[in-house]
């Protein structure tokens, strides 16, 4: 039987995009409803429901694992079921028919934990910015943009004058004339 596995994680496929390509190839689609790393109960009863000959769909990688010992547990647990596994955006076929040079492994396992570090950041910055936070470098006082202007516009202070006055650097000056 070919099962198809998605999760929120919309690093690359929206939900919508992984559940039609999967849609494609598989009969039947286990779907989480969060894309949080623990509680995976759909992942699980699908590794339950798979035997022998059966093939396993996903998008990608990071979908199907949040770290690459995940991912080796996985893939040797469908080994162990005689079963496959194909990664439909790599066009990657993991059974006990593939091998992979060394190079070509380590370039995978590259991009999913490049992939995994990505997913990871901007899950940090949507909780905290759902939390209030503020995102990014702080914005200067424009009072003291204004200041630091009026002094070096005046010609009566040095450069390290203003800054030490207003603390606003040489380049944050240079970039507020130029406007």
């Known amino acids: 039987m070919n099962y198809g596995y998605a999760r929120p994680v919309e ?3 929206s939900m919508d995009a992984q559940e039609q390509k ?3 190839h598989a009969e039947k689609l286990y ?3 969060h894309n949080d790393n623990k509680k995976r109960t759909q992942l699980n009863a699908l590794l339950s429901a798979m035997k022998a000959g059966d093939t ?3 998008t990608d990688l990071f979908i199907l694992a949040d770290s690459t010992k995940q991912l080796v547990d996985l893939v040797n647990t469908a080994s162990a079921k005689e079963t496959a596994i194909i990664i439909l955006n790599k066009g990657l076929s993991i059974d006990s028919e593939t091998s992979l040079t060394f190079s070509a492994s380590l370039n995978l396992i590259s991009e999913f934990q490049s992939d ?3 997913f990871r950041t901007r899950l940090g910055m949507t909780e905290a910015s759902s939390k209030g936070k ?3 470098r702080p914005k200067r006082s424009d009072d003291n943009i204004k200041k630091a202007i009026e002094m070096y516009m005046s010609k009566k202070f040095t450069l390290d004058e203003i800054k ?3 603390n606003i650097s040489r380049a944050t000056l240079y ?3 130029d406007l």
């Open 11 to 13: 690093l690359i496929d």
């Open 22 to 24: 999967l849609a494609e």
């Open 31 to 33: 779907l989480e409803d």
């Open 56 to 58: 396993l769909y996903v």
């Open 116 to 118: 995994i570090v990505k």
């Open 134 to 136: 503020q995102l990014g």
């Open 164 to 166: 030490k006055e207003t």
């Open 175 to 177: 970039r507020h004339l």
